[in-house]
């Protein structure tokens, strides 16, 4: 199933007809050459709309040819494009003046001069983004992913330029080239252009950064006056609102959110009961239930692991924590363990520098001047405990090298069999936000009603896999997992609301049966 090839400037158009064949076989022209010739693409996929029948064999599927059309920059219809020609040089453009306004706080020689290179290869970039120049090997700054890079450059993507490799890879891309404007420094090789952007969005979040602080700093536990049952179906109703609140905190990331008013950022922050019962309807793939029953029993396991594979830092990341911490306050999980970035990566995701700021700040931060002084020791509160679970061991931050690559999560097995074999001892794998999904999903055209297991292939299907759930407020292209009327589903909102798969407004929460107990087998 070949994709169609984008008309590019100074591209030769083709003649299929029969004379134009006959003359290029050396058959007797009996006419004059044509003054134009037309290459008819009548066979391949529609640019307009790239819905395949069926998916590619599983062994041919490779980075360049997911098991469904890939979207790519040249794909007007998608969220691609529009990524890839406005938003993505928007967001170099801002990074490039946060850099000069360190440049302008700065007053040694060596490092002004050190960080004026830092700013002349972010220019470079952008005209290599804003001119589709073709990708580049990454050069060698000492990185544990540059080898991963170049060699998925060099087997799957020589000659393939910012707009006609697929999407997802050309994406992580530009933000891999960003990060070495940096890392070839001297002085500047951990400067992170988004840290004011990312610091920013917690301390705008101030009502529903309060909201959740003032019910949740007091430590989770139940009334004595309720029966065994009335104990269970609360612990079920908490557990349910708060995979909402860590849901539902993904929808104000940075990269797509960056002009909103406090105001908007608060109608979507809202955390109460009743706004979560009327925004599950908003949930498309609607795994709750399942998910309730895999993390029940986790209790009675010696050592419940949970992970997460975070998105975002500021105030998803503070979601993130408070369901956490619930999950080890009621002894669902024992450990959990949390996978961060390297180096900042599409804007808002959490690195190493982010979760340390959020937890200290909590404590000792002087955030949010206008808060009650109830309201500041709830903060301190919880940021004291959140502190404590990492000092004894039973929360962990990590940070593998394959989370900043082009690889989707099919390669994980393959390309990170470490990270694969670590996460099989998982009892659960949260994969949080937009940019995680693509990846588990391949970022390809698949219909909607494929099942979520079929749709991440090796990371549902490999010996050792382990049980996933996806939460993930929809912001582009791929939608899978919505049941066997997804299809119409998609459909009917493709119709009635177009901009439904990137306004954040619905979401899927998607599980995995996984294949844990079984060994893990690497070819
Ligand atoms: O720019 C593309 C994209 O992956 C979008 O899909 C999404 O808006 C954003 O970047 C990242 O979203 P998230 O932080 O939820 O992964
Ligand atoms: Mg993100």
């Not at 988004?194 to 959740?212: M, P």
């Not at 939460?471 to 066997?484: A, F, M």
Request: net charge negative.
């Amino acid at each position: 199933m070949a994709e169609a090839a984008p008309a590019t400037n100074g591209t030769k158009h083709i003649d299929n007809s029969d004379s134009a064949i006959a003359q290029a076989n050396g058959s007797p022209a009996t006419y004059s050459a044509p003054s134009r010739v037309t290459l008819h693409l009548g066979h391949l996929p529609s640019k307009k709309d790239i819905k395949a029948p069926w998916p590619r064999t599983p062994s041919r599927v490779d980075p360049n040819n997911p098991p469904w059309p890939a979207y790519r920059g040249y794909h007007e219809y998608s969220f691609a494009h529009a990524t890839m020609g406005v938003r993505l040089p928007t967001i170099l453009g801002k990074a490039i003046d946060d850099t000069s306004r360190t440049l302008n706080e700065q007053y040694a020689e060596d490092k002004i001069v050190d960080l004026v290179e830092c700013l002349e290869r972010m220019d470079s970039l952008m005209a290599d983004l804003s001119g589709n120049a073709k990708l580049r090997p990454i050069i060698d700054d000492g990185e544990g992913d540059v080898a991963l890079w170049n060699k998925e450059i060099a087997k799957y993507f020589q000659g393939k330029d910012f707009m006609n490799a697929p999407w997802l890879f050309a994406e992580a891309y530009k933000y891999r080239r960003l990060h070495e404007c940096f890392s070839v420094s001297k002085y500047w090789k951990d400067y992170d252009v988004f840290y004011r952007q990312k610091c920013d969005t917690f301390s705008r979040s101030t009502d529903a950064v309060f909201e959740l602080s003032m019910r949740f700093a007091e430590p989770f536990k139940q009334s004595e006056n309720m029966s065994d049952k009335e104990k269970a179906e609360n612990e079920r109703l908490m557990f349910l609102e708060l995979t909402q609140v860590c849901l539902w905190g993904n929808s104000t990331d940075l990269s797509l959110l960056i002009n909103m008013t406090e105001e908007q950022i608060k109608s979507l922050q809202s955390t109460g009961g009743d706004h979560l019962a009327a925004t599950e309807k908003n949930i498309l793939g609607n795994h709750l239930n399942q998910l309730w029953e895999t993390v029940k029993v986790l209790r009675e396991k010696t050592g419940g692991r949970i992970d997460f594979v975070l998105d975002n830092a500021g105030f998803e990341l503070y979601c993130d924590f408070v369901y956490a911490d619930f999950l080890i306050q009621t002894g669902l999980a024992k450990q959990i363990r949390f996978h961060g970035k390297r180096y900042p990566w599409f804007v808002s995701d959490v690195t190493r520098k982010d979760w340390d700021w959020l937890l200290n700040t909590m404590v000792y931060g002087h955030l949010f001047p206008k808060a009650s002084e109830a309201e500041r020791e709830s903060l301190r509160r919880l940021g004291a405990r959140w502190k404590q679970y990492e000092k004894d061991g039973r929360w962990q931050y990590e940070q593998h090298p394959f989370w900043c690559t082009g690889y989707t999560f099919w390669d994980l097995h393959s390309e990170a069999p470490d990270l694969f074999l670590h996460l099989s001892r998982s009892d659960l794998v949260y994969f949080k936000g937009d940019l995680n999904h693509r990846k588990l999903t391949y970022d390809c055209a698949a219909p909607a009603s494929v099942p979520f297991d079929i749709s991440i292939g090796p990371m549902a299907s490999a010996a050792g896999a382990p049980k996933i759930c996806s939460l993930r407020t929809i912001k582009s292209d791929v939608v899978v997992g919505l049941g066997d009327d997804g299809d119409a589903i998609a459909e009917r909102l493709d119709k009635e609301e177009p901009g439904w798969k990137i306004s954040g407004k619905y979401a899927v929460v998607l599980l995995s049966e996984g294949r844990p107990g079984e060994k893990v087998r690497f070819a």
